[in-house]
């Protein structure tokens, strides 16, 4: 993944691409860092279920800080990889990126690593099928 002032997002396409809207601000109008919080897990879940082939559950979020704000209106895209995984659990990286919709630079906002844990029916660790 980029680094902390790269200009540029990921070369890959988006796990998610979002618009942000103003429901999702907080008193001041600016964007509630758990709304960004939220959609990287949905992009970590989106990837952790597809290596996992299967039901998943996030267990921890490490080494989040929130480097600009996201406004009203911004487009938001979150880029994600797995970075590591054990026997039933994955680290997947997230970064999140705005960009002002009638603009074409992105700045990075915030990244993150999730860790993820596959799950059998009865949600209980399982063993993570060979890649």
């Known amino acids: ?38 959609h990287m897990d949905l992009a970590a879940g ?17 080494g989040m800080a929130f480097l600009k704000p996201v406004l009203v209106g911004d487009e938001v895209s979150f880029y994600g990889r797995i970075v590591e995984t ?4 994955m680290k997947i990286e997230i970064e999140a990126w705005r960009r002002r919709r009638e603009e074409d630079v992105s700045s990075r906002v915030t990244a993150a690593v999730f860790t993820f844990v596959a799950i059998g029916a009865d949600r209980r660790p399982r063993a993570l099928p060979e890649s």
Not at 15 to 35: L, Y
Not at 52 to 62: F, L, Q, Y
Not at 86 to 89: I, Y
Request: proline letters at 8%.
């Open 46 to 62: 989106n990837i952790a279920t597809r290596r996992a082939r299967g039901r998943t559950v996030t267990v921890a979020v490490d």
């Open 1 to 38: 993944m980029s680094g902390q002032g790269d200009a540029m997002p990921p070369d890959e396409a988006p796990v998610i691409r979002t618009i942000a809207m103003p429901a999702d601000t907080n008193p001041a109008g600016d964007i509630f860092g758990g709304w960004l919080m939220a």
């Open 86 to 89: 054990g026997r039933t659990s």
